[in-house]
């Protein structure tokens, strides 16, 4: 929308007094309202769901737990929840999906997987292919070097590197790809350090130019970035 | 490269023991050797320079200081400094440049101006167009607006939003922009939270999915970033 | 009181040796005494009270949680407990309020509402007529815009602005009211800057003058303050 | 302004690129542009209140230093300089002002009274009587005694407390007065809890409600709340 | 002990593997070695209670908790446990006491009493006479002003002032005392500042001088410091 | 004084605008009136001490830097000046001193001693006998034990340990002495827990009971409470 | 392995998707794979412990809990559990060690223990005789001396020396001995400095050079560094 | 020695009422004493030095800067200044060394020369052999790989990691050496993380056991502890 003052009139759907959803945020962001559960009651996070169901067709749940899913099992719709991850896919069918770009996540560790599994299904939804690799933190560089050939091989748009305890897999994958990288640390560790602040700060020291970060186990925003940079991508590949 | 053990086989260029130039690395990385200024001697960066120059032909020298500059001073080369940014630009002869895509800069106060300028001058030799608003700060909301249509009218790729005190600039951007947006943090601002800390933190909080983040002040790994999704966007163009 | 000695002489009300209840709170500095339930045993929370209703005739429990609700249970009063707020309210009967001034509360998102309804709840048992929103933060600035229309529609003397995870709506607000904001961060949001760390910073960062904030989570001080400032309208409005 | 969008309307005056000054912000917020001269230039401060003084006649500067005072030097108009309180009034000629509301201003101690003094200064600079009490902290509690007696005396609308090494005087004043009362913590102190943090965290957590606070040093920021409180008893009185 | 390698030379009393009991260090630190539960399994705490209890004759024991209480209970001893302040006493038989000295103990507020109560506690059994007044915070500084008289008449050797959310009870008893005051920060309170780390700055920055510090929660810490200065005291008393 | 009102009725000694000296400060608190010099100016610090001088008969002037020293050289009067320490002492005239009790103040290294002679310095100026050993850190602690026996054959009422790196140090010595050691940590040290940090907490952390703690660097804190223990004593002793 | 480009080809054990056994690890690193159970699923804890069993015939599991004990149980295989410690030994058969070297582990404190066992099985489990002593902090000196006498008598290669409130043991272990220190703080403690910070502080300011230090309760990798040595001493005295 | 309290009775040197040199460290300790010049004066710097030299014929002094070096200019010495690296070593005369051992030390980048000198130098005034190789930082890891083939080449007992940026070169070099690697961050570094502490928090996270650290810059800690472990070796080797 060239006009500001067009995203500044778009309107929102009442839920009750407790939310306003942006159900045409994706014309004006380039990404669809999708639903942060934690923090919210089961009730909030079911009617916002039902809401955004209708509305929409489909719908993005994120950071659920076993209580958000139960109350979900209830709404009548396809869903597709992986627990692992936290995430809840709702839709009122079935449908297609284009492919706009290539997503490589990698994962340094066992106990990173769920914040790289938030991105990949994330990313997979929103309409990019996804590589994932996990386990290969910079503790064992040589499991890494296959997936470098992979990045190449795959024509990667975009990298993201999940890690909790060594940051420094985004600064060493980055030394070897010339696509961004794009760094999510995980509140993985303990001591000094531990909570995912190591992870943090090293990749926003990194000496490798072209790492970009999001915040601590922010798998979601990482896919989203990520998703908007393929759909850049695609858009001039067609015009 | 697909094969990673080519990226691990590369040659340095060695400077006396004091450095080992990665004169290669625009070819694993998409990005070409930079020198950092800051926490060097005025002899180190100097020789540093030299050496980079003789062998690329173009040197980007950042956080440089008054100190820096003099030392450069005595290299026989085109020179462009820019003491505001810290930015010394030093080339063999002057060349054309191609324009890989469009990145626009904006800046919420007087004060991060020579961050900005550090991402406006990176990005441009790197070859991309920059479009450079300063001083639009959500306190006064209203200065941000015709620099939204700009984004839509010059077809920008990607947008990097500088902010010391208040990092949400990037959030309220976000929300009125389809292109991913690179958040530099920077450390104006005094009292708790000072020096950067609150900026960063805002924007690794924002609700406003496409962010990523750089380090506080890091200007020119703001515009690696960018340049690397532009010079995607514009392969795949190409192609 | 003129006389500062007066103040220092004031009686308060001995509960066994737990506590000095300051029943005459009000006269000295303008608002009642109000039991903070967080912290104390369900039994020293009864006890506190039974004591101050007997002796006020009216008694404000804030940060009560269901072990308090359920000892509070047992008090022969007419009692209002707010689950969502963690506030309960006992009065001996029930009685008219007047209405000293307009305090408008406007909360960030979904999460934040527990603590915009304890601010929300103490304003108008205080005396203010309360104007509420919720879930209009900067992530979509649009849904903000017809509330800074009610704030001038009726009149309101100072706005209350509670967010956890984008303190910046502060400022926002702030950009677009001449009165006094309040800025309460919550406790909302992980990841570095979580827990109401950000939010706080935000607040205190902002660039738009006329915002003062009180603790993260703190929305009865918040309220507290509005009403003093309700009150010294009202009282010059009446003289 | 009812209609927001007339706020998202208002021009800037534009000072080359380095500022877009918000010359009607006074209309939309209540408070009139101030320049805040720390981290900035002297040449840009110099241009930016030359810009501000011919546009709206009359000009206040914060933070500012030795270097910003020596180029303001050269500005033809009625200057008056507090380099103590590092502010810079200047105005085409001397108007009278009308007084809005009486503010207090208490500093704990004599390191204290610069914030203390740039407190005082704006507040009387926007239309309030400031009656300004300094060396009185808890250390010696008799010694704020005779200033309560002065804040019922004087009928003081808002008290602004500063104070470095113990912000506890915030909670000791607020339990003798019924009038609204505002924290400005200094940098004063050293060791754990130095540079202000103590003097934050001590009025943030306040058992005395009614406070509200600003950042640390920030005594603009308190008397621009104070001043709006102020206007909205002096606008209520003559209603 | 003049020579201090007899200090090295005394003898330990093992506890299996889990510990090495100073048995005889009342001699050289004027203290008996107490046992801090927290952290300790219940198993680890009964033991050692049983064979401090064989080899001196009485035991106290901090921070225990329901768990470690119950293990307690299996020990045949005269049992004294105070659950609030989590103590408990073990002693073969009863036994007199003579008083070497007077504390009095203040707290803050209804929440500070655990802490207090363990200082109170461990100050009796080690041999002072305790005098203690609880609620008496900064918030309402009348209700303080009785016990300063109280110091007065019982000649009070050392004063423990205990606060959780305002530290500066310690400085405004201190400039009103001329003995030695001991601040317990607890870790009570929420949000910035909270879990005492607001109360221990505070008494660390007080400007009023006579005021030393324990850690947080560190009641039994306060009572052992309290209850030397009264022993030497004592001993002057009676040479 | 019984009544706590006397207190808060007595008077001050005003110094322009800029203080409020409280001359009578130590009939309440035990404790002179003392002048901390760092944070203010030189002419502030010259007219506080010379009106306290002229009050008084003598003065205590601590953290003085080269600035302040070269003001009050101006003033007629018997002066001592500690320029390591930065102690200014001035005096009407040169007086006898009562030795109330002994203090033994130890540092761990030699860059703690400015601050060990600062404690000295003010112990003795307030009628102290000083017992001073330096360089005894734990990394050699061979060469603290002849200083233990000293503590006993001199009678030493209570020990100020002072140290930088290692704060263990008053944990070694309060586990070889049977009175009351007060810990100084020093902003020596450098890394991870410098700036006096890692001291501070190792002595709040100690297992040895009877240590209590002042802030970082404030050897004047340390010499005043040491001095009101051995005043209590000694006022005991009398008796 | 001379060509580092070896290490690089070394190939992974892949455990369905969740991990990449680095079982060549022991070769390139000198240390064998190690798994950690602490944020891991116990079911993914059973599969790499199979795994890695079938591979190797042997496996060690640090930082165990009862969840991940119950899910081991299930694995054919000897089993040696210590629960305090949190370690789980897993071998196809029981099988001879050569002693490499001599280690010993002292503890500060009883609640240590659990860290100091995980040292010390994990030592003795690579190969190395230990030796170890818990209860003897720097609160009581004295015990720590016998176990000086013993590392010489025993002729030990490295002292491990666990503590979690006062790190300064490591300080004094060190000043008695000739041969490495390794410092592992351990996350007891409470109040500020608490949670192993002012333990590991201490190690790292310590002035007893020859410490080196690991995180907050990593008594594996103390093991493991230790470990390293003694296997380089016995290689060297076999050579 | 095998009786702890020979330990304890060692002789100190006297130097003025500033040090006790404990010139007979070595024995205890296995490194001899060393001055710290960081924090002291140039004029007791000067006298450490002059006694040491005296009583034991040579000296290292670390951390020392222009001031500290035109000071000991005037010692009349064998003198080798290091001006980088802030080292002054004196001797009586020149004297033949014995190599104990072969430390490799490896930096990652230009400006942590320095730290990494630091430890060079000492290492081989210890008397081991030293192999650095500097700028091998992790941002391009091809740099690092012939010098792990060095590691094995030279037999190389222990590896030295000095990185300020990307703590992550330690781990990386332990995964490919099999000897102990001892990390030393650097206060290199910018923004958040910056000053050492991303890179201490790196290298205390790492997942490639065997890794110890010291404190941020202190290369000379690094160095002792490499050194011990040598002396180690070659006691073994020789016996």
């Known amino acids: ?24 945020r994706e014309v004006s962001t380039g990404i669809p309202e999708v639903i942060l559960a934690r923090g919210k009651d089961a009730e909030d996070v079911y009617n916002l769901a039902l809401h955004l169901l209708e509305n929409k067709g489909h719908v993005i749940i994120t950071k659920a737990d076993e209580v958000h899913f139960e109350a979900l099992e209830g709404i009548d719709a396809v869903k597709d929840f992986n627990r692992k991850a936290g995430i809840a896919l709702l839709k009122s069918k079935e449908c297609e999906k284009t492919i706009l770009g290539r997503v490589a996540i990698f994962a340094a560790g066992t106990s990173d997987i769920p914040v790289a599994e938030e991105a990949r299904i994330v990313a997979e939804e929103l309409g990019c292919k996804a590589i994932a690799a996990y386990d290969i933190g910079v503790a064992g560089i040589h499991r890494v070097l296959p997936w470098i050939t992979k990045v190449a091989e795959e024509d990667v748009d975009v990298v993201i590197v999940v890690a909790g305890m060594e940051g420094a897999l985004a600064s060493v994958v980055k030394s070897m790809v010339d696509v961004p990288v ?49 759909k850049r991508i695609s858009k001039n590949k067609e015009g």
């Open 1 to 24: 929308m060239k006009d500001p003052i067009e995203h500044l009139k778009r309107q929102c759907l009442e839920v009750g007094s407790i939310a306003k959803l942006d159900v045409d």
């Open 182 to 230: 794009i760094g999510v640390p995980t509140s993985v560790g303990y001591g000094y350090g531990g909570g995912g602040t190591s992870a943090l700060m090293s990749m926003l020291q990194s000496c490798s130019p072209g790492i970009t970060v999001v915040n601590i186990d922010n798998g979601f925003g990482a896919a989203a970035a990520a998703y908007l940079m393929c």
